[in-house]
Each structure stands twice: as structure tokens, then as C-alpha cells.
């Protein structure tokens, strides 16, 4: 099976503006959740989506937002960006959604620069 | 305040040597998972216990799941180059969010 892959896997941006990363999960995964890691905060939770549903929702402002498409796909967007969004941004899929075991597996990641 | 503590934060050791990696909680959880990532590339999914006790093997790597379920341990016998990488602990909270630990930086110099 293939992993989870993640477009684009680079990305600058400059200050205010927004940004839309994308996410396909390993097939027939139908949970994905995404993660900011950051040197000095590590990985965060941002939000969980199944069946094209929020799940779970990280302490995120509302400038960061999802959604997950009805074949599971997902894309997050980031509005009005700020400096201290620069972060690796990683999507995991999991097979079946919580409570059982919730294991991830995560793609390769997008690495944002704002500028 | 992590609601996973990881310790050491850095550890740089000689290859053929015996390191241990603690990830621990004042927290109950349903489960614990290990992963490794390298430079560049994702998290990779090592290891779930789920049961108080239980102990896993994976090779070289031991991992170890507190009886109370707050606590965990990886331990790596005789570290190779290859072993080099970031380790973080994540702990699922009965369906909730999972919460990662701030990780472990290990580099084996050979």
C-alpha cells in the first residue's frame, strides 16, 4: 500500500497571506488528523477528521481550518498567516477512528516558511 | 506544563552502548504508542502497549508500559548508527486527542 503523501512538501509564504496544504491517506484510512511540530513546542494536535467530520479539535485559533472530502482526502488552510506558523505541518491517517488504539501514520510532511 | 514528560531530551552515546528513554505522566492512558523520525521525514510508528505491564520487543528495542498505565520506557541494547533519530512518546486518552511528548534526541556516534 502506499503511504500517506502530503503536497506540497515545501512552501514559502510571506506574513497575511493564506496557504492550503494537502493530504491522501493510506488507502481505505478514513480518520486523518493533523500536526504542527515546531523546535519548541513539538508535535501539536491541530484537528482530527472522519466521514468528512471534525472529531477533535487542538488549541488552535481559528485561523487554522479543515476539511476532509468523501474519499477521505484532506486539506488544511491556514488564513492570515503570522511568523510563528513557520512549522513543519504533518497529516496522519489511522485506519479506524478513536477510541481504539489511535494509531498514526503520518506522511512526509510540508514544511512552511513564513517570511 | 507537558502532559508527557520525556527524558533525557538529548542523549549522544558511543555505538554498542545501552541507553533507556522515559516518557512519563501524572495521566491515565488507554494506550501508549512509540515512534522514530528521522531528519526530513514523519513520524514512524514503532510500538503500542495497551496493557498495565506489558513488555514488547522489537529487535534490539524493549519497551515497557507502566502497571498503572502513566508511564513508559524504550530501552535500545547495543545502539547502532541506524538507531540515530528523534523519539517520541503519544499517549491516547480513551478516544481523545493523542498527546505527544516533547521527544527524545538520540545520536549514536560510531
Known amino acids: 500500500k502506499a503511504g500517506v503523501t502530503q503536497t506540497p512538501r515545501y512552501l514559502i509564504k510571506t506574513r497575511g497571506q493564506q496557504v492550503t496544504l494537502s493530504c491522501s491517506p493510506i488507502?481505505?484510512?478514513?480518520?486523518v488528523s493533523w500536526y504542527q511540530q515546531t523546535p519548541g513546542q513539538g508535535l501539536q494536535f491541530l484537528f482530527e477528521?472522519?466521514?468528512?467530520?471534525?472529531?477533535n479539535k487542538g488549541n488552535f485559533p481559528g485561523r487554522f481550518s479543515g476539511r476532509q472530502f468523501s474519499n477521505s482526502r484532506s486539506e488544511m488552510n491556514v488564513s492570515t498567516l503570522e511568523l510563528g506558523d513557520s512549522a513543519l505541518y504533518l497529516c496522519?491517517?489511522?485506519?479506524?477512528?478513536?477510541?481504539?488504539?489511535?494509531?498514526?501514520?503520518f506522511g512526509p510532511g510540508t514544511r512552511l516558511t513564513v517570511l | 506544563t507537558q502532559l508527557l514528560e520525556q527524558s533525557p531530551q538529548f542523549l549522544s552515546i558511543q555505538e554498542g552502548e545501552n541507553l533507556t528513554v522515559y516518557c512519563n505522566s501524572s495521566?491515565?492512558?488507554?494506550?501508549l504508542q512509540w515512534y522514530r523520525q528521522e531528519p526530513g521525514e514523519g513520524p514512524v510508528l514503532l510500538v503500542t502497549?495497551?496493557?498495565?505491564?506489558e513488555v514488547k520487543k522489537l529487535k534490539r528495542l524493549t519497551f515497557q508500559f507502566g502497571d498503572a498505565r502513566k508511564d513508559s520506557s524504550l530501552h535500545i541494547t547495543a545502539a547502532q548508527p541506524g538507531d540515530t533519530g528523534l523519539y517520541l512518546c503519544?499517549?491516547?486518552?480513551?478516544?481523545?486527542?493523542?498527546?505527544f511528548g516533547a521527544g527524545t534526541i538520540l545520536r549514536v556516534k560510531s
Open positions: 496522519a491517517s489511522s485506519p479506524i477512528a478513536a477510541p481504539v488504539k489511535n494509531e498514526q501514520f
Open positions: 488507502s481505505g484510512h478514513r480518520s
Open positions: 477528521y472522519f466521514s468528512e467530520t471534525q472529531r
Open positions: 495521566s491515565v492512558f488507554s494506550s
Open positions: 502497549v495497551v496493557t498495565g505491564g
Open positions: 503519544a499517549g491516547d486518552r480513551y478516544g481523545n486527542k493523542l498527546v
